[in-house]
């Protein structure tokens, strides 16, 4: 239990580290002393640093489908009231680090995917199951007459994907939520809009 709860301890330092500096510059050595582990037990859990950055991703996309899990199965809410809270959250999550972290997945999408096949092929596994989210959501939507018939769920939610993630990293750099809400308007008010309403 006390092996479980250290290499747990190691990840979740590891993961705020990672967040605030990015996986490369952030030394083993860096999350033993902040994690209060003694130097050298790093190996005794991880066989290497790209295991311990895989360990770091897979437990972020854990807790982070838990969370889009009780947003986007929330019945008592309707599909697209569902994705509104998915972006307020979203917006909550950036203001509460001041602009400074955005997404660990997707900042690491832009620092690893280039330099190892291996964090982009499980990088890009995790985007894939959060559009799915997404796609089931939107295409309840449709079924209910919220959203365009027409669309292609799956396709409209990488879209969404791609342009709120682009979104939080515009909203890192500038430090404002400024970019998500832009995107968040666009997307309601012009995007997703059933086929017989007129834009406003």
């Known amino acids: 239990m006390k ?14 580290l990672i967040a605030e500096h990015g996986f490369n510059a952030t030394g083993i050595n860096s999350v033993l002393k902040r994690a209060e582990v003694p130097k050298g037990s790093f190996y005794h ?6 295991d311990f950055g895989l360990a770091v991703i897979d437990a972020f996309a854990e807790e ?15 599909p697209l009231a569902r994705l509104r809270h998915y972006f307020a959250v979203g917006k909550q999550d950036m203001l509460s680090c001041d602009h400074a972290r955005g997404c660990l997945i997707g900042n690491l999408g832009q620092e690893l995917s280039a330099q190892s096949e291996v964090f982009r092929a499980r990088l890009d596994q995790v985007f894939r199951a959060w559009e799915r989210r997404l796609a089931d959501c939107l295409d309840e939507a449709r079924g209910k007459g919220e959203i365009d018939a027409t669309l292609d769920a799956y396709a409209q939610a990488s879209f ?9 990293l515009r909203a890192k750099t500038v430090k404002s939520l400024k970019p998500m809400e832009c995107f968040e308007e666009v997307l309601f008010n012009r995007v997703l809009l059933p086929r017989s309403s007129p834009a406003p």
């Open 3 to 16: 092996t479980q709860a250290t290499r747990d301890k190691l990840i979740r330092v590891g993961a705020e």
């Open 45 to 50: 859990y991880f066989s290497s640093k790209e």
């Open 64 to 78: 982070y489908d838990a969370r889009l899990a009780a947003i986007f199965t929330d019945t008592r809410a309707s």
């Open 160 to 168: 969404i994907m791609a342009g709120w993630e682009g979104a939080i």
